[in-house]
């Protein structure tokens, strides 16, 4: 079965970096997009950064010059850089990803992946 497991959450002191990774575990022909969501407890769930096939990547205004989403297509991997960070930042991190869950030279399988999510706390 495939799934995404994600690492690299803990506590940090604001103005402080983390990075946040993430790979797919299991089979899949090809992943198209990657991103980040976080959720913090009643609020919805929030698009953070995503990066679709060919490396084009959008923020959420409130990361915007401080986050970096990258991907390693060789991997099946997806990363965020967080520097700069902020109270406001605290949340459970979220990896997502969409993508073709076929046999290769088979019929298209659409795939919506979800991690486990992992703690971020920004505090002194």
């Known amino acids: 079965q495939v799934q995404l497991v994600e690492s690299g959450g803990g506590l940090v002191q604001p103005g402080g970096s983390l990075k946040l990774s993430c790979g797919v575990s299991?089979?899949?022909?090809?992943?198209?997009?990657m991103a980040w969501y976080r959720q913090t407890p009643g609020k919805e769930r929030e698009l953070v950064a995503i990066?679709?096939?060919?490396?084009?990547?959008n923020y959420t205004d409130s990361v915007k010059g401080r986050f970096t989403i990258s991907r390693d297509n060789a991997k099946n991997a997806v990363y965020l850089q967080m520097n700069s960070l902020k109270s406001e930042d605290t949340a459970v991190y979220y990896c997502?990803?969409?993508?073709?869950?076929?046999?290769?030279?088979?019929?298209?399988?659409?795939?919506?992946?979800w991690g486990q999510g992992t703690l971020v706390t920004v505090s002194s």
């Open positions: 299991g089979y899949i022909n090809r992943i198209y997009a």
């Open positions: 990066i679709i096939d060919g490396g084009r990547a």
């Open positions: 997502w990803a969409e993508g073709d869950g076929g046999q290769p030279g088979g019929d298209y399988k659409f795939v919506e992946l």
